[in-house]
């Protein structure tokens, strides 16, 4: 495999994710009545048919990857991400959402880059990437809680709950909510996110955490924020949790989002 | 809803197919119109009558009249919501609950305030009929636009008397 192979096959997984409905979250989509239901299934239609984004938040691009010890290409990842995700931004009819200086100058970077890459090493000589296409609405609702080594599964559960019926609304509902548990505050956080890329259909594979996760969903949907924040229909379609070891005195509690699009992809890239 | 008094008269909960002009800004022409304000106690264009559409479109595609276009979060356009209706604004068009001081001044001001379907973009597109950047083009998907729909959907959220969809 070849950096051009990787950017091509990238840059193809970006674009489908911006203008195709994601297949695990259209049947939720499909069985909606309320309000806004009809514009929100002509959208996946339109979208495909006249080839413009589901949404024109086309957000920043975050990317996980998994590249093996013995993959040698002749430029980095994040060369390699950035180059797609600036070739698709400009080509498309996307929205360029990047601005440089975060705080002074907030200038448009007319390209949408940099994508938010993090790498992992693995053995081989393979490459699996995930990424997400994340909104600025839900990342918006991104928080960390250092919580206290002695918390209760409940407490968490609360948290979270608490979190999701305060600002989910904001965030176009029904929501994927991905936690961090454990680790450092930085590890949560990366963990919260890495949790979005899963299925809406996963578990933890620990009974225990994946009762976690269930409880959490039903309460969240007891909420009855709804589709749009409207009050009718799901408000949550799934709780992951992804946990990492963490320090005695520690329980980081990290929660991201993903709206109801959920504009997710995963390619893998077979031995070099 | 062309004119004040039909604004007024819609109660919260209202789903409204709108026909008519739009004008769209956002956080950095929002920020950029209060400094502006700020130092001449003034604004550099006329916003009496008029409906604001928290929005950034996507870039046009060869032939068409917009990009994809939806809404923002309008709690964010809080701060900025005192500086509109001083000059006449009627309503304001987004996402999402605003806070208790939003509320307070929509009803002070009778005017409106609504929901627009978010992750709806390439279908509103389609409801857009005309398109042009009015001030401030270097913001790029944040320049003040100026649109005109049909049949656009829209749900009161907030009413001119202060009764809001979120009341349980």
Redesign the interface.
């Known amino acids: 495999m070849t950096s051009d192979q990787i950017k091509r096959e990238m840059k193809k997984a970006i674009r489908k994710a911006n203008l195709e409905i994601n297949p695990e979250v259209k049947p939720y989509i499909d069985a909606y009545e309320g309000t806004f239901s009809q514009v929100l299934k002509e959208n996946c239609r339109v979208a495909v048919e006249k080839g413009m984004p589901l949404c024109q938040d086309t957000g920043l691009l975050e990317f996980f990857c998994w590249k093996g010890r013995e993959l040698i290409l002749d430029r980095t990842l994040q060369d390699i991400l950035d180059e797609a995700v600036a070739e698709v931004y400009t080509a498309e009819p996307f929205r360029y959402s990047s601005v440089a200086d975060p705080l002074f100058d907030r200038k448009n970077r007319m390209n949408d880059t940099p994508a938010m890459v993090h790498l992992f090493e693995t053995e081989g000589d393979g490459l699996k990437i995930r990424f997400l296409v994340k909104g600025g609405g839900s990342e918006n609702l991104s928080r960390l809680y250092m919580m206290t080594p002695s918390s209760t599964p409940e407490e968490i559960q609360n948290k979270i709950v608490e979190h999701i019926g305060e600002a989910g609304a904001r965030s176009c509902p029904p929501l994927k909510v991905g936690v961090g548990l454990g680790g450092t505050s930085e590890k949560a956080m990366l963990l919260s996110k890495m949790a979005l890329t899963e299925s809406v259909h996963s578990h933890h594979a620990d009974e225990r955490y994946a009762t976690l996760e269930r409880e959490t969903k039903e309460a969240i949907n007891a909420l009855q924020v709804g589709f749009q924040g409207l009050g009718t229909g799901m408000t949550c379609y799934s709780v992951r949790i992804m946990d990492c070891a963490t320090h005695i005195a520690t329980l980081p509690l990290a929660i991201s989002v993903d709206c109801y699009i959920c504009r997710t992809g995963e390619v893998i890239f077979e031995n070099g | 809803m062309d004119d004040k008094n039909d604004i007024i008269s819609y109660e919260a909960g209202t ?1 409204i197919n709108y026909t008519g002009e739009i004008i769209i800004m956002r956080d ?1 022409a929002q920020k950029r119109l209060l400094e502006y304000f700020s130092r001449t106690g003034q604004l550099p264009l006329d916003l009496k009558n008029k409906i604001i559409f928290y ?7 060869e032939g ?1 009249t917009i ?4 809404p ?2 309008s ?1 964010r356009m809080d701060k900025f919501l005192d500086l509109l209706f001083q000059n006449g604004v009627i309503g304001t068009v987004g ?3 605003r806070t208790e001081t939003a509320v307070q001044a929509c009803s002070e001001h009778k005017t409106c305030y609504f ?1 627009t ?10 409801r857009v009929k005309s398109h042009e950047v009015i001030l401030f083009e270097d ?4 320049a003040i636009q100026r649109i005109t729909v049909e049949d656009f ?1 829209l ?1 009161v959220a907030i009413d001119a008397e202060g009764k809001t ?1 979120w009341e349980k």
């Open positions: 789903q950095a929005a950034g479109p996507a870039k046009t595609p068409e990009g994809a276009i939806g923002t979060t709690q996402k999402g609950k929901l379907p978010s992750g709806a973009a390439a279908s509103l597109s389609s913001l790029q998907s944040e959907p749900v969809i």
